[in-house]
C-alpha cells in the first residue's frame, strides 16, 4: 500500500508514503473540480508499475475489496459510477482502478491548456470518463456505495434511523458532505454540531441552518453512524 501524501506524520509503517505526484502546469483557477488527481496519470509514478487501485482518504472500507482487483482486465480503467447524474454516463473518481503509465495521454492533453479543459469539464472525473483512450468501465453496483444516496436515505427518514450499510457493500463514499468523520458523529459539517431532531428543526426557522434554505436545512440532518465507527478505525 502506498500513500501519497504532503503530510506522512503518523501512517502506519507498513504504507510507504510518497510526496504529491507533481501536476506539472498551473492548477486550473475557473473549475470546482479535484484537478490536481490528474497528476496520477504521469507517465512515471514514483517506479509503481501495472494496474493500481486508488482510492481517497474519505472513503470507508466496509468488507472484502478483491472485486476491485479481480473485476475487468488489466488494462481497463474502472470507476465508481455517479448517480448523482443518472441521465450523464460519468464516473466517480474516489475508487478507481487504472494501468499506471499507460493512458498518459490525460495528463499531456491537459497540460498543454488546463483553463481551457477545466473550464469545458468542471470536474476531472467527468475529463477522464469521457476523454480516456480506453473507454471506461464501472465497478460493480453492489461493490460501492454511496453514503448520501445508499444509506443516509431518504430526508424524513433519516430523522428516525441511523444510515444503513447496505449488504455486500465493499466500500462507501463520501462525496461532498458530510465526510466520514462527521457522519460518525451525526453532523453534516466540523462546523455544525450534532444536535436533536426537535432542535435541527427548530433551526431551519431561528437559525443558524445547514445550507442557505429551508428545505435544504431539513435534508441536512444525519444520526450517529455506529458502522463507520468499527470499519474506519483512524
Given at each position: 500500500?502506498?500513500?501519497?501524501?504532503?503530510?506522512?506524520?503518523?501512517?502506519?509503517?507498513?504504507?510507504?508514503?510518497?510526496?504529491?505526484?507533481?501536476?506539472?502546469?498551473?492548477?486550473?483557477?475557473?473549475?470546482?473540480?479535484?484537478?490536481?488527481?490528474?497528476?496520477?496519470?504521469?507517465?512515471?509514478?514514483?517506479?509503481?508499475?501495472?494496474?493500481?487501485?486508488?482510492?481517497?482518504?474519505?472513503?470507508?472500507?466496509?468488507?472484502?475489496?478483491?472485486?476491485?482487483?479481480?473485476?475487468?482486465?488489466?488494462?481497463?480503467?474502472?470507476?465508481?459510477?455517479?448517480?448523482?447524474?443518472?441521465?450523464?454516463?460519468?464516473?466517480?473518481?474516489?475508487?478507481?482502478?487504472f494501468p499506471i503509465g499507460k493512458?498518459?495521454?490525460?495528463?499531456?492533453?491537459?497540460?498543454?491548456?488546463?483553463?481551457?479543459?477545466?473550464?469545458?469539464?468542471?470536474?476531472?472525473?467527468?475529463?477522464?470518463?469521457?476523454?480516456?483512450?480506453?473507454?471506461?468501465?464501472?465497478?460493480?453496483?453492489?461493490?460501492?456505495?454511496?453514503?448520501?444516496?445508499?444509506?443516509?436515505?431518504?430526508?424524513?427518514?433519516?430523522?428516525?434511523?441511523?444510515?444503513?450499510?447496505?449488504?455486500?457493500?465493499?466500500?462507501?463514499?463520501?462525496?461532498?458532505?458530510?465526510?466520514?468523520?462527521?457522519?460518525?458523529?451525526?453532523?453534516?459539517?466540523?462546523?455544525?454540531?450534532?444536535?436533536?431532531?426537535?432542535?435541527?428543526?427548530?433551526?431551519?426557522?431561528?437559525?443558524?441552518?445547514?445550507?442557505?434554505?429551508?428545505?435544504?436545512?431539513?435534508?441536512?440532518?444525519?444520526?450517529?453512524?455506529?458502522?463507520?465507527?468499527?470499519?474506519?478505525?483512524?
Amino acid at each position: 500500500m502506498y500513500c501519497f501524501t504532503d503530510d506522512p506524520q503518523g501512517i502506519r509503517s507498513e504504507v510507504t508514503c510518497f510526496d504529491l505526484p507533481e501536476l506539472g502546469c498551473p492548477r486550473p483557477t475557473n473549475a470546482p473540480g479535484k484537478w490536481p488527481k490528474i497528476a496520477l496519470w504521469a507517465n512515471e509514478l514514483n517506479g509503481l508499475t501495472g494496474p493500481a487501485l486508488f482510492v481517497d482518504l474519505d472513503v470507508v472500507i466496509t468488507g472484502n475489496i478483491d472485486v476491485f482487483f479481480e473485476y475487468g482486465e488489466p488494462d481497463d480503467v474502472i470507476l465508481a459510477r455517479n448517480w448523482i447524474k443518472p441521465l450523464e454516463r460519468l464516473g466517480q473518481t474516489s475508487v478507481f482502478r487504472f494501468p499506471i503509465g499507460k493512458y498518459h495521454r490525460l495528463l499531456d492533453d491537459f497540460r498543454k491548456d488546463p483553463e481551457s479543459i477545466a473550464e469545458q469539464f468542471q470536474f476531472e472525473q467527468r475529463y477522464v470518463t469521457q476523454r480516456c483512450e480506453r473507454p471506461v468501465k464501472f465497478w460493480p453496483h453492489y461493490a460501492v456505495k454511496h453514503f448520501r444516496l445508499n444509506c443516509l436515505g431518504p430526508w424524513p427518514l433519516r430523522y428516525l434511523r441511523p444510515p444503513r450499510l447496505p449488504r455486500d457493500a465493499r466500500i462507501v463514499i463520501f462525496p461532498g458532505k458530510p465526510d466520514p468523520a462527521d457522519a460518525m458523529a451525526g453532523r453534516w459539517s466540523a462546523v455544525h454540531p450534532h444536535v436533536s431532531r426537535f432542535e435541527h428543526i427548530k433551526r431551519s426557522f431561528t437559525g443558524p441552518r445547514v445550507g442557505s434554505s429551508f428545505l435544504t436545512h431539513l435534508k441536512r440532518y444525519v444520526l450517529p453512524s455506529q458502522w463507520i465507527r468499527e470499519h474506519w478505525r483512524h
